[in-house]
């Protein structure tokens, strides 16, 4: 048997050992995976094993942009930037371009930035989870919402890989079903947390919006599937015809705009 003398020494150097470990990897650069949530919104409780959800801000695959962000300066910047943004979001009472013309000077340095707006991006994918896995459903609808408007700003603006934001897709995301809110997580993060959240909610229909202000269904809400999208512009969705011709005067003049953009965008892709 050890005695109590020998076993509290063994244990003294253990805890060194491991004090060694811990200091030499906060010494380490923040990046790639190395790279953790700071941020209090994104944390979970003590009780359950931490991941950062895939915060490296990866999920583009573009070969020519991969100068991600490697500094923590460079984070906190994001995260002072995404809270201006919020902030004004709400004030707005959840206008995606009022706050964004609201911070499009102040900010940027982060807007122009593929490496930043990238971080923003898995950010607010990895808080949207967290908050899932809470069950924080209002909050993680949220999180999706902005990711979704991030994610498209920088498809649009950055990338010129989409002729402009599916306004529907982010409105749906704000108002999500748990299918669809868990879907659009799950195929963006880099871990496997959501997949057993997915096998419980993947019955659920997915449900989607009429575009129509004065739809006679509940809040616009129908099954997703009897959907159908403006064929002119595809930029609106509606819950059947009659709301598609009710909905038409104030939609034309948005059609023509966006059917002029996506077309404007198809002939430059040739």
């Not at 902030?87 to 911070?103: I, K, M, R, S, V």
Request: aromatic share 10%.
């Amino acid at each position: 048997m050890i005695s109590r003398k020998r076993a509290n020494g063994k244990a003294r150097r253990a805890a060194k050992a491991k004090a060694k470990v811990a200091v030499a990897a906060q010494n380490q650069p923040l990046q790639g995976k190395q790279m953790q949530m700071i941020d209090a919104e994104a944390e979970r409780s003590d009780s359950v094993a931490k991941c950062d959800h895939g915060l490296v801000p990866s999920h583009y695959h573009w070969k020519s942009h991969r100068e991600f962000l490697s500094t923590s300066n460079d984070m906190k910047l994001c995260k002072v930037f995404l809270q201006a943004f919020v902030d004004e979001f709400d004030g707005a009472g959840g206008d995606f371009l009022a706050a964004y013309h609201a911070t499009k000077e102040k900010y940027v340095g982060v807007w122009k930035d593929f490496g930043k707006m990238s971080f923003v991006v898995s950010f607010l994918l990895a808080c949207g989870t967290s908050k899932v896995l809470e069950g924080n459903t209002r909050i993680a609808r949220k999180y999706a919402a902005l990711s979704s408007y991030f994610e498209m700003y920088v498809e649009v603006d950055l990338l010129n890989t989409r002729a402009y934001p599916s306004w529907a897709k982010i409105n749906e995301l704000y108002s999500a079903d748990m299918h669809t809110l868990v879907s659009f997580l799950k195929k963006r993060i880099h871990c496997s947390c959501l997949d057993e959240k997915y096998k419980e909610v993947k019955s659920i229909p997915k449900i989607g919006l009429c575009c129509n202000t004065v739809c006679p269904l509940p809040r616009g809400k129908t099954n997703r599937s009897a959907t159908k999208c403006c064929s002119r512009c595809r930029a609106a969705n509606y819950c059947s015809q009659e709301c598609q011709v009710a909905a038409w005067q104030g939609h034309k003049g948005e059609c023509a705009f966006y059917a002029d953009l996506k077309a404007k965008f198809e002939s430059e892709q040739e």
